[in-house]
């Protein structure tokens, strides 16, 4: 299959209100609990805890901005 094809297919899908209502709740929870895991473990340090959730974010929305890009051009 043309990754071309399969893009377009992701950007029409994820663009949907309901999909980005329920990718943006999911990804919000999988930050919470990956935080908590890496503090649990002792992998996050809690004055380090800002900048891995802005990491984070920054990357989802990096993400996000493709994903609404390659909708505009579908």
Known sequence: MN???VAKAAAKILTSPKAKAVLGS?????LTVSAGWLAAHGLLDPTKQE???A???LLLGWGWGLIEK?????
């Open 26 to 30: 999911s990804s919000r929870h999988a």
């Open 55 to 57: 990491a984070a974010l």
């Open 3 to 5: 990754w071309v094809l």
């Open 70 to 74: 390659a909708a505009r051009e579908a």
């Open 51 to 53: 900048t891995w959730v």
